[in-house]
């Protein structure tokens, strides 16, 4: 049973009276319980709008969003997920157990589960070491786990991950990488967004590409390959978005003048 359904998923952002910028448009997505699931695309393909409508932050302009059957303003099916946001901030002066514990504290769990929880959580990111250290000190890599870690503190069985190896070194990478393979066999589903076509292709049961906010595929690896007849990721990922471009209007943005110039 797919755990995430979207239905003609849109979003159209306005720009002003004249301007609209296509966020996404009408995107169906099924992404199954227990599966890693990516998304890939070019900037602006419309990667974040999707996963922050999955997460109710962005209100759809049309379209339906399930999540274990729930839609996604129903706040008690908000308990079951885990958010890392692209670009996250934390507070510089905390350290790894405050951070948790404000995000615990969030989800209104107990001081005792917070205490179990953060112990897990640090050994599980490997910064078990690091417990009385600020923020402010930690490096790109442990400010992306401590963020994992903050995403799980309610134990989520769907966790969504935006760009989560960004600016991350190939060691931070592969951590990362283990780390999410370790989530999918606690059985969590997990869906990300990537630029990383090699991280994607690692870790993911099934792979969406977007572009200009449409959904232009979806499949595992295998499946896609002979879909378009192509030997690599990178080679199948140009090759659908030329496609989709010799196919419809070209220009640089998704942005469309509504022509009344008034
Ligand atoms: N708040 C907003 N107001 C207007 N337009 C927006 C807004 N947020 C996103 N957009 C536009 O919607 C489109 C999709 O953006 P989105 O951020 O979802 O893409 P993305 O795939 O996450 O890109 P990136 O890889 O750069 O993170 C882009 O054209 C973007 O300019
Ligand atoms: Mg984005």
Do not use: W
Not at 56 to 66: H, N, Q, W
Not at 180 to 201: D, R, W
């Amino acid at each position: 049973m797919a755990i995430i359904e979207t239905k003609d998923l849109t979003k159209i952002y306005k720009l002003g009276r004249n301007k609209e910028v296509v966020g996404l448009n009408k995107v169906n997505l099924n992404i199954e319980e227990g599966e890693i699931f990516g998304i890939l695309g070019p900037n602006g393909s419309g990667k974040t709008t999707c996963l922050k409508l999955l997460l109710g932050i962005l209100f759809p302009t049309s379209g339906e969003v399930k999540i274990m059957g729930k839609d996604q303003f129903d706040v008690g099916m908000k308990m079951n997920i885990g958010f890392l946001p692209e670009n996250p901030y934390y507070y510089d002066y905390l350290t790894g157990p405050e951070l948790l514990k404000f995000y615990g504290k969030l989800f209104s769990l107990s001081p005792s589960t917070i205490r179990k929880r953060t112990e897990e959580l640090l050994e599980l990111v490997k910064l078990s070491d690091a417990k009385r250290l600020t923020l402010k000190h930690y490096s790109k890599g442990m400010l992306e786990r401590i963020g994992l870690a903050a995403s799980l503190i309610n134990d989520p069985k769907i966790l969504i991950l935006d760009e989560p190896t960004t600016g991350l070194d190939p060691i931070g990478c592969k951590e990362t990488r283990d780390l999410l393979l370790e989530l999918k066999k606690q059985g969590k589903t997990i869906l990300l967004s990537s630029h990383f076509l090699s991280e994607v292709e690692r870790i993911c049961d099934r792979i969406a590409i977007f572009h200009r906010g449409n959904l232009l595929t979806v499949g595992n690896l295998e499946g896609l390959l002979a879909k378009y007849n192509t030997e690599t990721l990178e080679e199948l990922f140009v090759k659908a978005i030329e496609e989709f471009d010799s196919k419809n209007v070209k220009g640089d943005t998704n942005e469309k003048s509504l022509g009344n110039s008034t």
